[in-house]
């Protein structure tokens, strides 16, 4: 699986089998604040959304830049990655919610 960065777009995606999965995120406050995921049914289950956020969140990191989550697949990944010293968005809106 390629992972690629698309700068300009602040996204991390992946195409597969015809298909694009996800992560866009926004630069502000000194973090790296993922907005959404989103991994379409077809490609799922195959690490995808884990692999996307890794890549954005160690972007973040060369950067200088904190881990910070408003989707909420990304601040369970937070949890998950305690070593990414992460925190939630402002605008967090609870479990299965994004920042569309």
Do not use: N
């Amino acid at each position: 699986m390629e992972i690629k960065h698309d700068e300009s777009r602040q996204e991390f995606y992946v195409e597969l089998e015809g298909h694009r999965a996800h992560v866009a995120y926004q630069i502000h406050d000194g973090g790296l604040d993922i907005r959404h995921t989103i991994v379409p049914e077809a490609i799922g289950g195959r690490g995808i959304a884990s692999a996307l956020v890794k890549a954005a969140y160690d972007y973040g990191r060369c950067k200088g830049l904190k881990a910070i989550a408003t989707c909420s697949y990304a601040v369970i990944w937070l949890q998950r990655h305690p070593e990414y010293q992460g925190e939630v968005g402002d605008d967090y809106a609870g479990q299965g919610t994004c920042a569309l």
